[in-house]
């Protein structure tokens, strides 16, 4: 049997937010011996993308683009953890998967191949109640899985505005201790 290893990126612009919280929440019912690697986007800042597939082309991945693909590419699960900004993902977020259009075209990446057959996973926390407003990260997430060939998860959504508030969300509780199953 594979081991699986996840990896979780953190995409709020503050610590200790409800995101986190709700994605902590739901790796703690992953079997034991499953790996986890979680990595916060703040700590690991991407250069706005610049767009070279119709120009040269060429674009090698370095410092933290390269810490950042190593570690998508080494994960079979890649969960998502940004909180709804906008009815959207955090710019932080947008701006690691926009690098993923320039890992698709990095020489010797073979990043399409390589993300084929991973499951990617989204986790959410929103100040609003009504869960349809999230549909447009959900969206963007499952398309993108598409696009990649990859399994989708589904999204796990938590309700809150200030820190801890989604511990009170007791429906995203019972979602987090299934999410992963
Ligand atoms: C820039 C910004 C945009 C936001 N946009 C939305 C939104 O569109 N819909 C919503 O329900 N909440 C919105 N919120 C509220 C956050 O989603 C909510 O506070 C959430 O708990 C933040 O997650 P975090 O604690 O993980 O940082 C927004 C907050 C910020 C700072």
Known sequence: MTTRNFLFL???????????TLARLAAEQLPAGTEQRWLDLRELPLPDF????????????????????????????VVIASPLYWYAVSTSTKRYLDHWSGWLEA????????????????????????PEVADPLAGT??????YLGMRWGGVLLGNGTRPGDVLT?????????????
């Open 169 to 181: 969300d007791t429906g995203a509780a019972a979602r987090a201790k299934v999410f992963f199953s």
């Open 107 to 130: 020489p010797d990446v073979d990043f399409k191949q390589r993300m084929a057959g991973k499951t990617l996973w989204g986790v959410t926390a929103l100040a609003d109640t009504e």
């Open 141 to 146: 997430l499952r398309n993108s899985a598409r």
């Open 50 to 77: 610049e767009d070279r597939r119709h120009a040269d082309g060429h674009y090698t991945p370095t410092g933290n683009a390269a810490t950042l693909l190593e570690a998508t590419l080494a994960a079979t699960d």
């Open 10 to 20: 953190l995409g709020s612009s503050r610590t200790g937010g409800n995101t986190e």
